[in-house]
């Protein structure tokens, strides 16, 4: 580095020093997609309140099956399904994001509410 006699760097210097100053007030790039197709954002449903028993009569006379009580818990809305034995009392303890599937002794969905 060479130095005039009164003090001064060079002009060269000057201009580096200012290049330097000026490169790190720039604005880092915006995030851009990779390619020009964005998706659309996901969207959420809004779970219902209390589960739907009503919707789930499609589900009467068939036998019930896993799959059916899953269908049909997932139909009614509801958090959680269970089949009963339509002769059982109804359960003290009422969740009404539960859907009890009531059936014969056969396995036959004779009938559903939630609680």
């Known amino acids: 580095m ?5 003090g001064r760097h060079l002009p060269g210097m000057a201009a580096l020093g200012l290049c330097l100053a000026l490169a790190a007030c720039q604005a880092p790039p915006a995030d ?4 020009s197709e964005v998706p659309e954002p996901p969207s959420f449903v809004t779970p219902p309140e209390t589960c739907q028993a009503a919707s789930v ?3 009467l006379g068939l036998r019930i099956t896993q799959q059916l009580l899953e269908e049909m818990r997932q139909r009614a809305g509801a958090r959680m399904a269970r089949s ?11 969740d009404m994001m ?3 599937v009531q059936v014969e002794p056969t396995g036959r969905v004779v009938g559903a509410y939630c609680g």
Not at 2 to 6: D, E, K, L, P, S
Not at 32 to 35: K, M, Q
């Open 2 to 6: 060479r130095i005039h006699a009164n």
């Open 84 to 94: 009963v034995l339509a002769t059982e009392p109804a359960d003290p303890a009422q």
């Open 57 to 59: 009569r499609f589900g």
């Open 98 to 100: 539960r859907l009890n």
């Open 32 to 35: 851009r997609p990779l390619t």
